[in-house]
């Protein structure tokens, strides 16, 4: 298979602790992005990476939050501190730019839960 | 500022009849278009995308949209449903890079 993985698929945590999620994009897509999607909602845009350089960050990413790409290929989430309103589905998509728009492939998520 | 509408957050229909649904786009650029779909725990996977052109688009699964500008809809479509057509839909519009997404449809399917 060799589309974009993510791991872990579900994650149970406690307030407070700290998670870390990766992904693994198509090989050789050079943008990779993360986005959160909330139950009963679409995904919202988090933040996004061109090669290993973290171009834009919502402003729903908060200082809890941190995301890596440090070799341009995979990706790391970190949530500090978490709180139950982190509780939804990461979604993790890559991408290769060859024009004006990019066509985003998505991995099959991580639902954390947090207690 | 790009935004997605989407009517009707379930809809339902019987097995072999007509899929329509509804998107509603707004954007300050000639847009690009998307429809993906989402099955139960999973991510999501691209039905179909307008970029320029021709303004009716065909996807996978017998799905195809049609871009009407004068009304700002992008509208899903499918002749006969499947029971395998059950899941969630998402209408988006990209903002160069990212994407934004409306808040999706349910189709339900009757037997």
């Known amino acids: 298979d060799t589309g974009v993985s993510q791991d872990p698929r579900h994650k149970i945590t406690k307030r407070g602790q700290n998670v870390t999620f990766r992904c693994d994009p198509i090989s050789e897509h050079n943008r990779l992005y993360w986005y959160r999607q909330t139950l009963g909602q679409g995904p919202e845009f988090l933040t996004y990476?061109?090669?290993?350089?973290?171009?834009?960050k919502s402003r729903l990413l908060s200082d809890r939050f941190s995301a890596e790409r440090p070799k341009g290929s995979f990706s790391t989430l970190e949530i500090q501190r978490t709180e139950q309103g982190d509780s939804a589905m990461y979604l993790c998509?890559?991408?290769?730019?060859?024009?004006?728009?990019?066509?985003?492939?998505f991995g099959p998520g991580t639902r954390l839960t947090v207690l | 500022a790009q935004s997605v509408t989407q009517l009707g957050s379930h809809v339902s229909v019987s097995e072999g009849a007509l899929v329509l649904l509804r998107c509603n786009y707004s954007s300050s650029v000639p847009p690009y278009l998307f429809w993906y779909v989402q099955y139960p725990n999973q991510g999501l996977q691209l039905l179909l995308k307008y970029t320029t052109g021709a303004t009716l688009v065909k996807g996978i699964n017998g799905f195809e949209a049609e871009f009407k500008k004068s009304e700002t809809s992008f509208h899903l479509t499918k002749p006969s449903a499947h029971m395998s057509d059950a899941a969630e839909y998402f209408c988006a519009v990209t903002f160069t890079p990212k994407i934004i997404f409306g808040s999706g449809t349910r189709l339900s399917i009757r037997p």
């Open positions: 998509a890559s991408s290769l730019v060859q024009g004006p728009t990019d066509t985003q492939y």
């Open positions: 990476f061109q090669n290993e350089a973290q171009l834009e």
